[in-house]
């Protein structure tokens, strides 16, 4: 028996179009600078009968899954955990290159949209998931030697021995034309399915299709439906799954209407999921400026900061109905975040002169930057972190390597001139989520 060896457990995201529902295809994006470590949280109640010394009946009460997210920031998939932490972007082209910029820009008074996932984590042996993964907590620790990532996931109950470490080909069947009457087929791998209503459920195209011996029961599932009306969705799976398939195709013997016809488009491709050519947000890239105004910020630089903490907790929480229905939490809701950010400096004329603005209260905008390689000139791979701080707690004076340094927490806070309290922009090359 081959064993399920550590080394080889990958992680793939996909996107959620409605939360907490998996992804036609099922996870479509694979991480390689990033762990998502998930694992299973139980409420387990056990009860003991009056008179006896130990319980006779043990029962489940929620179930979730808590997920611990480490790795180094690259420029790319970055863009996924900002997606679920601050905002759900639209990445925007760079005039006519490769490059795309997205903006993550959390509102101070009102909801953000952000990003759940699919989340599927395994290899070859075996593998699981979760729905509605969504990032509760999301920091960064950048020293000369690491520019470091951490965060918490939370998701629904863990779906285990799943089948899928790859992406299922997915094929939308639809009708035009509003016919009336009439029946039509499907051809796959030249076998041919018996009439299908033009009215039919996706349960009755999903019984024709998987009678063909080139699919085959258990290898296809399809939603969606009824037709006309509404598309079928076709996601090939089991021995089936994670393949490119060959486009179905149809005939029609339609009646009414205008023009009907049946037709069948790929809407995912089956096979490996994406992945991205590594690019690390190395230490060396990285600059952090200090100014009293966002107008002025990137305008002085920080020459002796010997490490910068980014942390954002407490970001989202989940919500447990009373209802029997639900097999995990039902949605989640924003709660007050904290954000703060952590600069350890040398304890020089600059350093220490941050002692007036502590004991004045009043507010810093910082500005991390990190510019990698060229995309497409003049555009870099490039990451920005802009933040409007207070001073809100000092730590002891220390030695780092010879240095004599003190660390100042700033807690992030609204500027209203500004209107916002912290902003990232992140150039790639993601087109989409």
Not at 382 to 399: L, N, P
Request: with cysteine; charged share 15%; net charge negative.
């Amino acid at each position: 028996m081959t064993e399920r060896a550590t080394i080889h457990q990958l992680v793939q995201i996909g996107v959620e179009s409605v939360a907490g529902t998996r992804p036609a295809g099922g996870a479509n994006r694979r991480l390689q600078s990033i762990s998502i470590s998930p694992g299973i949280q139980m409420d387990l109640n056990l009860f003991r009968a009056k008179g006896y010394k130990f319980p006779s009946v043990g029962a489940q009460g929620r179930e979730w899954v808590q997920a611990a997210i480490e790795g180094q920031a690259d420029y790319n998939e970055l863009t996924w955990l900002l997606a679920s932490i601050l905002a759900t972007p639209t990445p925007a082209q760079q005039g006519a290159t490769a490059a795309y910029q997205c903006d993550f820009t959390p509102d101070s008074d009102g909801p953000d949209t952000v990003s759940s996932f699919y989340v599927e984590e395994g290899g070859s042996v075996r593998a699981h998931a979760f729905a509605y993964g969504l990032m509760t907590e999301f920091g960064y620790e950048i020293t000369r030697q690491a520019f470091n990532i951490s965060g918490q996931m939370i998701g629904q109950a863990l779906s285990e021995n799943i089948s899928s470490m790859g992406v299922n080909e997915v094929q939308t069947l639809s009708i035009t034309g509003t016919p009336t009457g009439g029946t039509f087929t499907i051809t796959f791998g030249g076998e041919t399915t018996a009439a299908i209503d033009y009215d039919a459920t996706a349960a009755e195209v999903q019984a024709a299709l998987v009678a063909l011996s080139s699919i085959g029961a258990g290898n296809m599932l399809c939603s969606g439906g009824p037709l006309p009306g509404t598309a079928v969705v076709c996601e090939f799976q089991g021995d089936e799954g994670q393949t490119n398939q060959a486009i179905m195709t149809t005939a029609d013997s339609l009646t009414g209407g205008t023009d009907p016809e049946t037709a069948v488009a790929e809407t995912v491709a089956g096979g490996a999921a994406t992945s991205y050519t590594l690019n690390p947000i190395l230490p060396e890239h990285v600059s952090i400026y200090m100014d009293s105004a966002y107008g002025s910020l990137g305008t002085t630089l920080l020459t002796r900061v010997l490490k910068a903490s980014f942390k954002l907790n407490n970001r989202q929480s989940p919500l447990w109905p009373i209802n029997a229905a639900e097999d995990s939490y039902a949605a989640v809701v924003e709660t007050e975040p904290e954000a703060t950010l952590e600069l350890l400096v040398e304890a020089d004329s600059v350093g220490m002169g941050l002692l007036t603005t502590a004991r004045a209260g009043t507010k810093k905008f910082i500005r991390l930057e990190a510019e990698g390689d060229e995309i497409a000139s003049p555009y870099n791979y490039k990451f920005t972190h802009d933040m409007c701080g207070i001073i809100s707690a000092v730590g002891e004076f220390s030695d780092e390597e010879g240095v004599f340094a003190i660390p100042w927490t700033f807690k992030l806070a609204h500027d209203p001139t500004w209107g916002k309290a912290m902003d990232v922009d992140l150039i790639n090359i993601i087109t989409a989520l």
